[in-house]
């Protein structure tokens, strides 16, 4: 760890990490593929991973801005990466799903990740990576 990164308090430390990784992965992207899928398009697309939820309900459970969440479901379905319908229940809400080539594209940026998370396991020791999921996944009364 750089001399920089030991005067950060826990909530850039946690940030540092995970722009390095977010950028790491967007890296390991782009160099095996011509399609760019931007950060933003790879949360919306978790989102919707097997589901087909509403734009609303998508808009919802991403923390960007509902605007900005509709230019990026639009850069995705311009990508052919999903498709959006008419949702059977409201004439005025649409659905979204991945198209077969967005899951195509998703999954393989899992391995992607799976990838990095080995590595981080051979550097940390799976001891250290299952205690940090832990300490992530529990509510911190915040």
């Known amino acids: 760890m750089s001399l920089e990164s030991e005067n950060l308090d826990l909530i850039d430390l946690i940030s540092e990490r995970h722009v390095l990784l977010r950028n790491l992965n967007s890296q390991l992207w782009n160099e095996s593929h011509d399609l760019h899928?931007?950060?933003s398009e790879w949360f919306i697309m978790a989102r919707i991973y097997k589901k087909q939820p509403t734009i609303s309900y998508v808009t919802k459970h991403v923390d960007?801005?509902?605007q900005a969440t509709?230019?990026?479901?639009k850069n995705l379905e311009s990508k052919?990466?999903?498709e959006v319908s008419k949702a059977q229940h409201n004439n005025k809400d649409k659905c979204i799903r991945l198209t077969k080539f967005g899951e195509e594209c998703f999954?393989?940026?899992e391995i992607i990740k799976a990838t990095l998370e080995a590595k981080i396991i051979e550097t940390i020791g799976i001891e250290q990576v299952t205690q940090l999921k832990?300490?992530?996944?529990?509510?911190?009364?915040l």
Not at 70 to 73: A, G, L, R, T
Not at 134 to 141: E, P, R, Y
Request: no cysteine; hydrophobic share 40%; charged share 20%.
């Open 107 to 109: 999954e393989k940026n």
């Open 70 to 73: 509709h230019k990026f479901i």
């Open 80 to 82: 052919g990466l999903v």
């Open 134 to 141: 832990q300490i992530l996944q529990t509510d911190w009364g």
């Open 37 to 39: 899928i931007s950060n």
């Open 64 to 66: 960007i801005s509902r």
